[in-house]
């Protein structure tokens, strides 16, 4: 166990040292970062060679190739290119790269949870002065608040996507269940679906994002954090311990897979096999773009096998995870944040590139592709069927994370995964809890 807290404080002071001794290598660079800042349009911008990371294969092709020949058309002379990274490398590589002026890239995408580690050390640029200009209030404001330093602006919502449960309606429907209408009508539901061969309900012991929602719909909180700006782990707050209890009795019911699992394909549980089998789970839970890994298999036009997407006539269905008293309970966010380095050698051109991913064509074609657009006035662009309507649904009743600026160096550390295992193992959840705040609250402070 210690060494996972060495771990987080390493992650931490590394992340701090990469930008304290950038910092110092000298001043020039950030003059010039200011001046351009305050240059207001892109008319004026010298053209110029950007590059934007995007964090895994969320965004399209289609949307990818739409940037770059847009840039390029409205900079003459200027180019694009976008290159991916992978979410378990993300935090690492931005913290090697975005000190480094010579090659940090121009325009980041972080994932939301990450957000304040990286705006807390000035490692990007302030947008506060084009926070109106791109969208303003209408942005989605949960996400724009892990983004804050105080008043100022530093990394801004991409896209969002909200959990939900898909299920198998042909199995619910045989065994004479309906949509819960509570927390616990799920939790018996979904026992009651059990076999030796298929999860009722199917979620890694080790999977805390999805958990977490359970603390949630209880009225708890992973942290809190006083008017001092010090962080508290809350994990073992009474509403919290409550909601750990019945996730853990929901693990022990109604899952079949491990303790030591996460981040598994939950898809593939609920499609039947490639032959026919029955499928190994009744119920699942993911954002919303899971749906296009879910569905009987069709050929597409490249004569390629994919699913169906969950058609009209399928099998398969959704409905929001309840809350405990009915509604729909509080589920933890998933999507993105934009920001811009403050290493970057183009800032003018970075902030060109924001607004055109800020526009209304390219904020509709994220709806488009299933992607919750940043400003909430294109989320019509999801559609307006029972996928758009439970999306929008659930986002609006999401949490995040703490802005703490320590979280991202608590998801490196794997704490959580470890208490979540502890849990599902049949570990006294108040004695677990307790013991992982006391390592949680000084990582969460870190920064």
Same mark, same amino acid.
């Given at each position: 166990?210690?060494?996972?807290?060495?771990?987080?404080?390493?992650?931490?002071?590394?992340?701090?040292?990469?930008?304290?001794?950038?910092?110092?290598?000298?001043?020039?660079?950030?003059?010039?970062?200011?001046?351009?800042?305050?240059?207001?349009?892109?008319?004026?911008?010298? =053209?110029?060679?950007?590059?934007?990371?995007?964090?895994?294969?969320?965004?399209?092709?289609?949307?990818?190739?739409?940037?770059?020949?847009?840039?390029?058309?409205?900079?003459?002379?200027?180019?694009?290119?976008?290159?991916?990274?992978?979410?378990?490398?993300?935090?690492?590589?931005?913290?090697?790269?975005?000190?480094?002026?010579?090659?940090?890239?121009?325009?980041?995408?972080?994932?939301?949870?990450?957000?304040?580690?990286?705006?807390?050390?000035?490692?990007?640029?302030?947008?506060?002065?084009?926070?109106?200009?791109?969208?303003?209030?209408?942005?989605?404001?949960?996400?724009?608040?892990?983004?804050?330093?105080?008043?100022?602006?530093?990394?801004?919502?991409?896209?969002?996507?909200?959990?939900?449960?898909?299920?198998?309606?042909? $199995?619910?429907?045989?065994?004479?269940?309906?949509?819960?209408?509570?927390?616990?009508?799920?939790?018996?539901? *979904?026992?009651?679906?059990?076999?030796?061969?298929?999860? %009722?309900?199917?979620?890694?012991?080790?999977?805390?994002?999805?958990?977490?929602?359970?603390?949630? /719909?209880?009225?708890?909180?992973? =942290?809190?954090?006083?008017?001092?700006?010090?962080?508290?782990?809350?994990?073992?707050?009474?509403?919290?311990?409550?909601?750990?209890?019945?996730?853990?009795?929901?693990?022990?019911?109604?899952?079949?897979?491990?303790?030591?699992?996460?981040?598994?394909?939950?898809?593939?549980?609920?499609?039947?096999?490639?032959?026919?089998?029955?499928?190994?789970?009744?119920? +699942?839970?993911?954002?919303?773009? /899971?749906?296009?890994?879910?569905?009987?298999?069709?050929?597409?036009?490249?004569?390629?096998?994919?699913?169906?997407?969950?058609?009209?006539?399928?099998?398969?269905?959704?409905?929001?995870?309840?809350?405990?008293?009915?509604? $729909?309970?509080?589920?933890? *966010?998933?999507?993105?944040?934009?920001?811009?380095?403050?290493?970057?050698?183009?800032?003018?051109?970075?902030?060109?590139?924001?607004? $055109?991913?800020?526009?209304?064509?390219?904020?509709?074609?994220?709806?488009?592709? %299933?992607?919750?657009?940043?400003?909430?006035?294109?989320?019509?662009?999801?559609?307006?069927?029972?996928?758009?309507?439970?999306?929008?649904?659930?986002?609006?009743?999401?949490?995040?994370?703490? =802005?703490?600026?320590?979280?991202?160096?608590?998801?490196?550390?794997?704490?959580?995964?470890? +208490?979540?295992?502890?849990?599902?193992?049949?570990?006294?959840? =108040?004695?677990?809890?307790?013991?992982?705040?006391?390592?949680?609250?000084? +990582?969460?402070?870190?920064?």
């Amino acid at each position: 166990m210690k060494r996972n807290r060495l771990v987080a404080t390493a992650v931490a002071s590394t992340i701090t040292l990469s930008f304290a001794l950038a910092a110092c290598s000298g001043s020039d660079s950030d003059t010039s970062a200011e001046t351009d800042t305050d240059s207001g349009s892109g008319d004026s911008a010298e =053209a110029g060679d950007i590059t934007m990371w995007v964090a895994g294969g969320d965004t399209p092709d289609e949307l990818r190739e739409y940037l770059k020949t847009t840039f390029e058309a409205e900079n003459e002379g200027s180019t694009l290119t976008i290159e991916q990274q992978e979410w378990p490398d993300l935090v690492t590589s931005l913290t090697t790269a975005l000190p480094d002026e010579a090659n940090t890239p121009d325009v980041v995408e972080v994932g939301n949870t990450q957000s304040p580690t990286f705006t807390n050390i000035g490692a990007f640029l302030d947008l506060t002065d084009m926070y109106d200009e791109l969208g303003g209030d209408k942005l989605l404001q949960s996400f724009v608040e892990v983004g804050k330093v105080g008043d100022q602006n530093f990394a801004l919502p991409y896209y969002f996507g909200s959990r939900y449960m898909f299920y198998r309606k042909d $199995i619910w429907d045989a065994a004479g269940l309906e949509v819960p209408k509570t927390l616990s009508e799920f939790s018996d539901s *979904a026992k009651e679906l059990k076999t030796d061969d298929m999860s %009722g309900f199917v979620i890694g012991g080790q999977d805390w994002r999805n958990g977490i929602s359970w603390i949630f /719909a209880n009225g708890g909180d992973l =942290a809190t954090v006083d008017g001092e700006g010090q962080w508290t782990s809350t994990f073992s707050s009474p509403e919290s311990v409550k909601g750990l209890e019945q996730w853990q009795d929901l693990y022990t019911g109604a899952s079949n897979a491990p303790a030591t699992a996460k981040d598994l394909a939950y898809w593939d549980f609920l499609n039947d096999g490639a032959d026919g089998e029955d499928p190994e789970a009744a119920t +699942m839970m993911a954002p919303g773009w /899971a749906r296009w890994s879910i569905g009987e298999l069709t050929t597409n036009d490249d004569g390629d096998e994919v699913r169906d997407g969950m058609a009209d006539d399928s099998k398969y269905d959704i409905f929001a995870l309840p809350g405990t008293d009915g509604g $729909i309970a509080p589920v933890f *966010a998933g999507g993105s944040n934009l920001a811009i380095s403050a290493k970057s050698q183009h800032p003018e051109l970075a902030k060109n590139l924001m607004r $055109i991913i800020y526009s209304e064509e390219y904020q509709t074609m994220l709806g488009e592709n %299933g992607l919750g657009p940043a400003n909430t006035d294109y989320t019509s662009s999801l559609g307006d069927d029972k996928f758009a309507k439970t999306t929008i649904e659930t986002a609006e009743a999401s949490k995040l994370t703490p =802005a703490a600026p320590g979280w991202a160096a608590v998801e490196g550390a794997n704490v959580l995964e470890e +208490m979540f295992q502890k849990i599902a193992e049949g570990g006294d959840v =108040a004695a677990v809890t307790a013991e992982y705040d006391e390592k949680i609250t000084p +990582m969460l402070n870190q920064g």
